[in-house]
C-alpha cells in the first residue's frame, strides 16, 4: 500500500457516480473488500424513488413537476457535491439504457475541482461522451477495467 510522507497508509476516498440500473458499484465495493484494498466508497442516493421523491417528501408537494424535480435536485445536489469535493479520484459510469446528464455534470464538477476522474462506457457511446473522456485520467469501457485501475492504485512499488 501507498504511505504518506510520514509513513502511514494512504486511503483513496473513491465517489461512484453514474447509472444506477446496474450492479457495478456492489462489484467495485465486493472487489475492493476481497481485496482488501485501502480505499473508501462514496455513493449518491441509488433508490431512484428515494432521490426523486426527496424534495416533496420532506419539504412538501409541489403542483408542477418542475418544481418537484427542482426540490429533489437540490437536495441530492447536496450529498453530490459533499461527496465529490471530499473524493480524491471520481468514477463516472455512463449506462446505455438512459441520457445520464447528471453523471455528465458530475464529471464536470469533478474536473473543475482538479479530482482525478475516471469514466467508464460502453464503446457505442464513445462519440457522444468524447469531451468527457478527453478531460479524464482514464476511459474504461466496463467495471472489470475500474477495479483494475483502483487496484493498481492502491499498490505499493
Known amino acids: 500500500m501507498k504511505q504518506n510522507q510520514r509513513g502511514n497508509t494512504m486511503r483513496y476516498t473513491v465517489y461512484l457516480s453514474g447509472e444506477i440500473h446496474t450492479d457495478w458499484r ?3 465495493k465486493t472487489a ?3 481485496k482488501n484494498l485501502p480505499i473508501d466508497i462514496l455513493t449518491p442516493n441509488t433508490d431512484h ?3 426523486d421523491d426527496c424534495g416533496t417528501n420532506i419539504l412538501g408537494a409541489e403542483e408542477k413537476h418542475f418544481w418537484k424535480d427542482n426540490k429533489a435536485a437540490k437536495i441530492n445536489s447536496i450529498r453530490h457535491m459533499t461527496a465529490i469535493k471530499r473524493a ?3 468514477v463516472v459510469r455512463f449506462g446505455d439504457k438512459y441520457k445520464q446528464w447528471n453523471a455528465a455534470f458530475d464529471a464536470g464538477i469533478a474536473t473543475a475541482l482538479g479530482k482525478s476522474l475516471i469514466v467508464e462506457h460502453a464503446e457505442e457511446i464513445t462519440h457522444p461522451l468524447k469531451e468527457v473522456d478527453a478531460a479524464a485520467m482514464a476511459v474504461a469501457e466496463n467495471t472489470e477495467q475500474v477495479i483494475e485501475i483502483l487496484e493498481y492504485l492502491s499498490r505499493d512499488y
Open 26 to 28: 456492489e462489484k467495485i
Open 32 to 34: 475492493i473488500s476481497e
Open 49 to 51: 424513488g428515494s432521490s
Open 88 to 90: 480524491d479520484i471520481v
